[in-house]
């Protein structure tokens, strides 16, 4: 399967999948709501890069040098972090958001209770 040979040169065919993996999870990651417009293109962005990256090296590469960068593996892991922060920050305000709401709505049928009840008593 291209240039994938994980008995004589395990390394580039390691490196190659997880390019194609870490690509695709970010494109997936970037689809998420939640998230600022900048963080969802730069996931979609560079999730497109590695994927294009990784689908050449294992299709297209046919020899000679290629550039093997460590953040092409720090990266991802560090977007995915960012981006499962901000989508559990985004869930995190929403709660809060229907707490304060509901709170909101106790409040005034207590209030609402409390002035029909005085209505209701005008002896007092």
Known sequence: MGNLDFTSN???SWYCVLLVIDGLTMIVLGRLRGQSRSGLTLNLVLGIVFLCYG???TFGFRGGHYFVSYWALI???VLITRTIRS???EKVRRREAAKRARYAELQEAQEAHAAEVEYRSPGK
């Open 55 to 57: 689908l050449y090296l």
């Open 75 to 77: 990266l991802p892991v």
């Open 87 to 89: 989508s559990n920050g």
């Open 10 to 12: 395990a390394g580039f």
